[in-house]
């Protein structure tokens, strides 16, 4: 697996755990001319395997500081195509385990955790709470979007969640441009 591409990808769409592991490679698509990566996404939390929603990314590069999500993608493709091991037919895993295999919800936590470590990032609370799960990408990008000035709403929409869950990612956001 390439953990940051897993990390930084899933942190631009705003995916929950068990979305980056599930996913295959097939639900991406590139738009090379026009420099895009879409992603399939599911358009329902009780059932993440159902795709439906579909979140188009173009090339960020001249953004100071700011992942592309395009050539991220292309270099994370271009692992997979290069990897002795893995396919990349598209029922393969998009960020496969070391064996191969789609990743479980615990194994991508992990990989959040061991990325935070290396990071010399604090793994839990002051209060002892673990500082990272499912919905670490997600409450990331909901908040660093919303530093970068985007809309809630359209945080909403790029989230795919219409409820005031992404109120609580990004609450705090408002205090740090003070």
């Not at 385990?97 to 789609?102: E, F």
């Amino acid at each position: 697996m390439q953990p940051m591409h897993l990390a930084l990808l899933s942190t631009l769409f705003l995916l929950r755990e068990v979305e980056s592991g599930t996913a295959n490679v097939s639900a991406w698509t590139f738009d090379h001319d026009d420099k895009e990566v879409s992603w399939n996404l599911p358009g329902s939390k009780t059932d993440p395997l159902a795709l439906g929603t579909t979140r188009t990314w173009g090339c960020l590069c001249e953004l100071q500081d700011f992942a592309c999500p395009y050539h991220l993608a292309t270099e994370h493709y271009q692992w997979l195509l290069n990897h002795p091991t893995l396919g990349s037919d598209g029922d393969s895993p998009l960020f496969p385990t070391k064996l191969g295999s789609h990743s479980p919800k615990t194994k991508v936590i992990a990989t959040f955790e061991q990325l935070a470590t290396l990071l010399n990032q604090p793994l839990t609370s002051p209060d002892g709470l673990r500082l990272f799960g499912g919905h670490t990408a997600r409450v990331t990008g909901a908040q660093t979007f919303a530093l970068a000035g985007l809309e809630v709403n359209k945080i909403r929409i790029l989230a795919r969640h219409s409820g005031d869950t992404i109120l609580r990612y990004v609450a705090d956001v408002p205090l740090r441009t003070l």
